[in-house]
């Protein structure tokens, strides 16, 4: 009798502390998750800015440059395109990425 409370008892802590580390990692995950919102809604506010530039700003902004903790890159592959693209601070992943269109007369008219 004593060896079987002993077993269950054995169980009970196993299953509860396998239930506990489930919560941690469940929390940990959603930590994860909100910060990776929070960082995708940062970019998109740049995104947004930086899609209103005209032709002289983004031609101010050619290569890549540092936005708090986010990496601008503007490039431009013709003369009427400008390929522009938002990643983490590493620059490993790439968040955001449009081509943009501006016309040669903008410049003529700024």
Same mark, same amino acid.
């Given at each position: 009798?004593?060896?079987?409370?002993?077993?269950?008892?054995?169980?009970?802590?196993?299953?509860?502390?396998?239930?506990?580390?489930?919560?941690? *990692?469940? &929390?940990?995950? #959603?930590?994860? =998750?909100?910060?990776?919102?929070?960082?995708?809604?940062?970019? +998109?506010? !740049?995104?947004?800015?930086?899609?209103?530039?005209?032709?002289?700003?983004?031609?101010?902004?050619?290569?890549?440059?540092?936005?708090?903790?986010?990496?601008?890159?503007?490039?431009?592959?013709? *003369?009427? &395109?400008?390929? #522009?693209?938002? =990643?983490?601070?590493?620059?490993?992943?790439?968040?955001?990425? +449009?081509? !943009?269109?501006?016309?040669?007369?903008?410049?003529?008219?700024?």
């Amino acid at each position: 009798m004593l060896l079987e409370v002993i077993v269950a008892v054995t169980i009970l802590s196993f299953s509860i502390a396998s239930t506990a580390a489930v919560a941690v *990692a469940s &929390l940990d995950s #959603v930590r994860r =998750a909100e910060g990776d919102e929070d960082a995708v809604q940062r970019a +998109t506010a !740049l995104m947004t800015a930086v899609s209103m530039w005209p032709r002289a700003d983004l031609d101010r902004h050619l290569g890549m440059h540092a936005q708090g903790d986010m990496l601008l890159r503007i490039d431009r592959p013709d *003369a009427t &395109l400008y390929d #522009v693209s938002i =990643a983490d601070s590493t620059g490993n992943t790439a968040m955001l990425h +449009t081509m !943009l269109y501006r016309s040669i007369a903008d410049s003529a008219n700024q």
